[in-house]
Structures are given as structure tokens and as C-alpha cells.
């Protein structure tokens, strides 16, 4: 890997680290959903699955990334791009905002989505894996996972053009423009769908445990064809449900898969503790979605289950998988180890734990308490990784 793509990766997931400061303080601030969505989303989860995508995602189909200035391209249309989004539903914001943030959002996957796809557009179904003869009986894995890359990144299109188009007249929707259809596309077809393909790649490695070759194909065809069933489907309906069906399926394959994983390792990294939280987050989001689907919507436990998918599944399993790309005992500076890092990712479970019963058992200070822990948690693990990075770039 070239210091030019390095060095520009990092910095997304630098940013991405920001965003998930800022969505916890936009958080307990109680500023709209709309904003808190886009900075989970677009600006926390997305940043750093798109830093980390530009560097792992090449060497999974043995190829070189075909353009390295990329991310340092992508950087500031994401960042302009989370901003304006963010910014566009609270009060007294220019009308024009929103539409430029959609815009570079736009442009940002676009640059990220053309790059790889013309980085494996000699190997678009992942065949050649860059596996070693070493690692051999890994490659049926290998390359059912990458199959599904391909399907990740129609979605971040699709869902980046109804980002668009929901804000600028003269982009055609491809459905109807109801936000909630782009935010299903992107977190479940795009941050999901990748963190199951890539997860069967990284997360045996790092565990050092084998997984059998089917249990891909039981994750990641369910995990592909449910979140366009959401998309379409919303916000009930037939549709709706096979989407949530299939859904649940894949997130419970998945959690399925890394807790087999986890038993199996005798390694220990403060890192696997993240995905582990995640994976049970994430069971309870999806339960919580079939409960929609299946029966009546609870205002509050929307909002619960879109901070269990997006903090709990996505943003702890991403905070476990960084702290592996970053150890934070390699940090020569005040706090830095795994001592912070496991409470960062405690904190942040438990604040989610008191959202929850904050959503069925309305007590006043529970949703503040679970907010300002989640807040204390998103500090302790910025301050981790922006150290680690910072230490890095010293060095």
C-alpha cells in the first residue's frame, strides 16, 4: 500500500471518529433525527468503512487500488457532504444546504464506487483472492465473501442517488424520496452488507478459528436481497416483511458466526469485544424490526432500534475492528491501552442498554444517563484512535 493511500485512509477514518463525538453530543442535545442519522450514518460508520474499504477491499481481489489519491479526493466531499446533510433540518440553516451536501455526498461515493470497481473490473466476482497457498482452505470463504462486494457498492450508488435526489429536483428518484428508503439501502445494503463480507475475510484471520464454507452463503444472499425489500417495502406492508425476515436472518447468521468464532479463539484482544456487543445489538435491533413489520410501530422504540443498529451493531462492531487495526497498547501516551479501550466500548453498550429500557419503561433520566455514557464512550475511543494516529504520524 502506497504512503499517499495510507495516509489519505486513515484521515477518513479519522474523520468518521470525529462524526461519532459529534452524533453522540447531537445525541443527548436532542437535535432532529434527521441530523443525528446523518452523522451516525454518513459521517461516523460510512467514513470509516469507506477508509478502511479503500485499502482491504483491493488486496481481498489481488489487486493494487487503481487511482491512490482517491480517499484523499473522497475526504472533503464526505466531509462537506455529512456536514450539509447534518446541518439542513435544524432551524434557521439555508435552504441550499441540504441540496450541496447531498450533492458531494454524491460525488464522494461516486469517486469511491468508480475507483474499486475499476480496481476489480478484471476480477468482478473475486475469484483471485490474494490468498495464500498457507491459507488455502480459506478460500471457499474468501471468495463467497467477495461475491457480494459488487452488491455493496450498488447500494451505496443507489442509496447516495436517492440521498440526491430527495434534495435536488433534477435528480430522479429511482423510488419516491422518503429518507428512510436511502438510510435502509445505505446502512443495511451498504455499512451491513460489507460488514458481513468483510467480517468472514478479517475476523477468522484475527481470531485465528474456521469457519465452514456454507456459512457464507447462509448470511450474505439473505443479507444482499433484504435491505432492497426494506427499501421498497417501507413503511409496512408484504414487502416489508420479507425484507425484515431476511434481515433477521442475516444479522442472526452473523452473530451466529462470530460468537462460534469467539469460542473457538484462544486469542485475546480488547478488539473482539467489540463486534461480540455488536452482534447482540444487532439481534435486538432486528427483533425489534420484525416487531414493526409483524405488528404495531412504537415511536420510541424507532428510535431505539436505529440506535442499536447504528451504534450498537455497526458503530461497536467497527470500534472493535479498529481497535485491532489500531491497538491502543501501542500508544505512548496518558490512558492509552486496553483498559480505556474496553471501558470506551462498555460505556457505550450500557448507555445503549438504558436507551432501551428508557424506551419501554419511560423513567425521565434514563435516556440522558444512556446518551451521556454513550457520549463518554465515543470521547475514550476518539482519544484512543486520533492518538494512535497522531503518535503515527510523529513517529
Not at 138 to 164: C, I, K, M, Q
Request: glycine share 12%; with cysteine; hydrophobic share 60%.
Amino acid at each position: 500500500m502506497s504512503a499517499t493511500l495510507s495516509r489519505w485512509s486513515r484521515a477518513l477514518v479519522a474523520a468518521g471518529v470525529c462524526w461519532l463525538v459529534a452524533w453522540q453530543a447531537a445525541a443527548l442535545a436532542g437535535l432532529p433525527r434527521r441530523t443525528t442519522v446523518a452523522l451516525g450514518l454518513y459521517g461516523f460508520v460510512l467514513s470509516v468503512v469507506f477508509g478502511k474499504a479503500y485499502s482491504l477491499v483491493p488486496s481481498y481481489f489481488d489487486r493494487s487500488l487503481a487511482w491512490p489519491r482517491a480517499p484523499a479526493v473522497h475526504l472533503p466531499l464526505a466531509v462537506g457532504g455529512t456536514a450539509g446533510l447534518a446541518l439542513a433540518p435544524l432551524a434557521g440553516v439555508p435552504a441550499v444546504v441540504g441540496p450541496l451536501g447531498a450533492a458531494a455526498w454524491a460525488a464522494g461515493v461516486a469517486v469511491f464506487v468508480a475507483t474499486l470497481a475499476w480496481t476489480v473490473r478484471d476480477n468482478p466476482t473475486g475469484a483471485e483472492t490474494g490468498t495464500g497457498d498457507h491459507n488455502a482452505d480459506r478460500r471457499p470463504v474468501d471468495r463467497a465473501a467477495n461475491r457480494f462486494v459488487p452488491v455493496v457498492l450498488a447500494y451505496l450508488a443507489v442509496g447516495s442517488w436517492e440521498t440526491l435526489a430527495a434534495r435536488v429536483a433534477v435528480a430522479p428518484a429511482v423510488l419516491d424520496g422518503y429518507p428512510p428508503r436511502a438510510t435502509h439501502l445505505l446502512a443495511a445494503g451498504g455499512a451491513a452488507l460489507l460488514l458481513f463480507a468483510v467480517g468472514f475475510r478479517l475476523l477468522p484471520r484475527f481470531l485465528v478459528a474456521d469457519l465452514p464454507s456454507w456459512v457464507p452463503w447462509a448470511v450474505l444472499p439473505p443479507g444482499a436481497v433484504g435491505p432492497a425489500l426494506l427499501a421498497a417495502g417501507l413503511p409496512a406492508g408484504p414487502v416489508f416483511r420479507a425484507g425484515a425476515v431476511l434481515e433477521a436472518v442475516a444479522v442472526a447468521g452473523f452473530a451466529a458466526a462470530y460468537v462460534r468464532l469467539y469460542r473457538a479463539s484462544d486469542r485475546d484482544r480488547v478488539g473482539f469485544l467489540g463486534p461480540l456487543l455488536g452482534v447482540g445489538f444487532g439481534a435486538l435491533a432486528v427483533a425489534l424490526g420484525l416487531s414493526f413489520a409483524f405488528g404495531a410501530v412504537d415511536p420510541a422504540l424507532v428510535t431505539a432500534h436505529y440506535r442499536l443498529n447504528l451504534l450498537g451493531f455497526l458503530g461497536l462492531s467497527v470500534a472493535g475492528v479498529t481497535f485491532q487495526f489500531y491497538p491502543p497498547t501501542v500508544g505512548r501516551f496518558p490512558g492509552a491501552g486496553d483498559a480505556l479501550a474496553r471501558a470506551a466500548m462498555g460505556l457505550i453498550a450500557v448507555g445503549l442498554v438504558l436507551e432501551l429500557l428508557a424506551a419501554v419503561v419511560p423513567v425521565a433520566l434514563l435516556p440522558t444517563a444512556g446518551r451521556t455514557l454513550a457520549l463518554a464512550g465515543a470521547v475514550a475511543y476518539a482519544y484512543l484512535v486520533l492518538g494512535v494516529f497522531v503518535q503515527r504520524a510523529r513517529d
